[in-house]
Antibody, heavy 118, light 110 residues
Framework: QVQLVESGGGLVKPGGSLRLSCAAS????????MSWIRQAPGKGLEWISY????????HYADSVKGRFTISRDNAKNSLFLQMNRLRAEDTAVYFC???????????WGLGTLVTVSS | QSALTQPASVSGSPGQSIIISCTGT?????????VSWYQQHPGKAPKLIIY???KRPSGVSNRFSGSKSAYTASLTISGLQAEDEADYHC??????????FGGGTKLTVL
């Protein structure tokens, strides 16, 4: 069965950095686009980035462009999100998700909480 | 990349039907057949219940259905059950090759 497990969240000061990881299993990871989606406390979902199956296609939401970098390691079935210059408004639960062709997020991880606070 | 517009809350009694709307623009909902709906119970990860406007993933109840007209997509839940009480989120592909979500709708089963 498809499993996505995020890790790397925690408390970080404004301006700091954090690297999230997502370990995938139960499907051929290298066949799928992957997305990061976040949810601030008590708020709706916000798509922030996706990466193509080979890693050459990448897009970001304007809110994170220039600060966040998505990447993947198909040999290790892993997805990453490098987050730099973090702001208080980046505080959220970060989910990784699998994207079938032409779709967004058919399977989700349980999420990892990132808190940006001094 | 403005968020799609959903009502903040809707409610209905068991057995009734409800509709949740999701309004965008010609650059997202109106321009592509790639609208999805997600159900999210408190403290849980979202679950895909509708994709490509009106398709249901395997295992999702046929009480859930989706449609689209112009710039507005809709999720209909028929035969409301207590377990349907949750937050519902819509999403759409956009002309910027990105995805956008709505603000989410809280469904209360009275």
């Amino acid at each position: 069965q498809v499993q996505l497990v995020e890790s790397g969240g925690g408390l970080v000061k404004p301006g700091g950095s954090l690297r999230l990881s997502c370990a995938a299993s139960g499907f051929t990871f290298s066949d799928y686009f992957m997305s990061w989606i976040r949810q601030a406390p008590g708020k709706g979902l916000e798509w922030i980035s996706y990466i193509g199956s080979s890693g050459t296609t990448i897009h970001y939401a304007d809110s994170v462009k220039g600060r966040f970098t998505i990447s993947r390691d198909n040999a290790k079935n892993s997805l990453f999100l490098q987050m730099n210059r973090l702001r208080a408004e980046d505080t959220a639960v970060y989910f990784c998700a699998r994207d079938p062709p032409g779709q967004l997020a058919d399977y989700w991880g349980l999420g990892t909480l990132v808190t940006v606070s001094s | 990349q403005s968020a799609l517009t959903q009502p903040a809350s809707v409610s209905g009694s068991p057995g009734q039907s409800i509709i949740i709307s999701c309004t965008g623009t010609s650059n997202d909902v109106g321009g592509y057949p790639y609208v999805s709906w997600y159900q999210q119970h408190p403290g849980k990860a979202p679950k895909l219940i509708i994709y490509d406007v009106s398709k249901r993933p395997s295992g999702v109840s046929n009480r859930f259905s989706g449609s689209k007209s112009a710039y507005t997509a809709s999720l209909t839940i028929s035969g409301l059950q207590a377990e349907d009480e949750a937050d519902y989120h819509c999403s759409s592909y956009t002309s910027s090759n990105t995805w956008v979500f709505g603000g989410g709708t809280k469904l209360t089963v009275l």
